[in-house]
Nanobody, 120 residues
Framework: QVQLVESGGGLVEAGGSLRLSCARS????????MGWFRQAPGKEREFVAV????????YYADSVKGRFTISRDNAKNTVTLQMNSLKPEDTAVYYC?????????????WGQGTQVTVSS
């Protein structure tokens, strides 16, 4: 079993930055691709970013490319999403996710989510 706990959400003004972290416990962290999804009120959950188990490959949604950076530390069992140049449309609950495959990325495990609110 894999357990994921997100932290780092909050309220920020447009143009600001936030750093989300996801701590994982359970099965070996390095065996899983890790990623982030988000869900805004009234919308479907959408993919944000994914990083391979080695950290050597990353992929981003077009809407965040160039502004968000995903990284991982397998020794600390953590994955991080650095979010810069935030926009009001980035407001959502952000979920950390883990899955065996990087491509296609179809996670099996999910965190509880952390709220990110960007004010205009």
């Amino acid at each position: 079993q894999v357990q994921l706990v997100e932290s780092g959400g909050g309220l920020v003004e447009a143009g600001g930055s936030l750093r989300l972290s996801c701590a994982r416990s359970g099965r070996p962290f390095s065996n899983y691709a890790m990623g982030w999804f988000r869900q805004a009120p009234g919308k479907e959950r959408e993919f944000v970013a994914v990083i391979s188990w080695s950290g050597g490959s990353t992929y981003y949604a077009d809407s965040v490319k160039g502004r968000f950076t995903i990284s991982r530390d397998n020794a600390k069992n953590t994955v991080t999403l650095q979010m810069n140049s935030l926009k009001p449309e980035d407001t959502a609950v952000y979920y950390c996710a883990a899955g065996r495959n990087y491509n296609p990325y179809d996670p099996n495990y999910w965190g509880q989510g952390t709220q990110v609110t960007v004010s205009s």
